[in-house]
């Protein structure tokens, strides 16, 4: 194969894999959305023993799981170059995002920073852009 017919092809490929992931993960996010906003208004305006109360704040998990699910098998259908991309983004996320909760942790304990019931929402959404920056300044060093 040509250089040039090898990364037209690559180059097909990689939009194809895009296309694919977008199939999967905006209707996930955007179920995700839909039911975050229900759960959260039934919440409040719903009474309902604390069973109940659970299983409705529980649900936005479900479609959140397709989300992950989504990215999973993007990742898994990359080339090598990309996967290891992908794993180095993951691991860097999950030590910056571990060391800080972790001091954050501390702090919490000591009573230096209050501890918001709603504190623990936020690691999915931090571990989600930290990935996001950290993948986007490895996929620079491999260019």
């Known amino acids: 194969m040509s250089g040039r017919r090898g990364s037209?092809?690559?180059?097909?490929?990689?939009r194809t894999l895009q296309q694919h992931y977008l199939r999967e993960f905006l209707p996930a996010?955007?179920?995700y959305?839909?039911?975050l906003l229900v759960s959260v208004v039934v919440l409040l305006r719903v009474d309902m023993p604390a069973a109940w109360r659970a299983v409705v704040a529980l649900l936005p998990v479900v479609p959140m799981a397709?989300?992950?699910?989504?990215?999973?098998?993007?990742?898994?259908r990359q080339d090598e170059l990309q996967q290891r991309i992908e794993l180095q983004a993951v691991?860097?996320?999950?030590a910056?995002?571990?060391m800080a909760t972790f001091g954050l942790g501390f702090l919490q304990n000591v009573r230096v920073l209050p501890s918001p019931p709603w504190a623990m929402l936020w690691v999915l959404?931090?571990?989600?852009?930290?990935?996001?920056?950290?993948r986007?300044?490895?996929?620079?060093r491999y260019q």
Not at 66 to 76: C, N
Not at 91 to 94: E, K, L, Q, Y
Not at 125 to 134: C, D, E, R
Not at 136 to 140: K, V
């Open 29 to 31: 996010m955007l179920g």
């Open 66 to 76: 397709f989300v992950v699910r989504a990215m999973l098998r993007h990742m898994l």
């Open 125 to 134: 959404p931090l571990m989600i852009g930290v990935y996001g920056v950290v």
């Open 96 to 98: 910056v995002i571990g």
């Open 33 to 35: 959305l839909v039911v």
């Open 91 to 94: 691991a860097i996320t999950c």
């Open 136 to 140: 986007l300044l490895l996929s620079r």
């Open 8 to 14: 037209v092809l690559a180059g097909q490929q990689a």
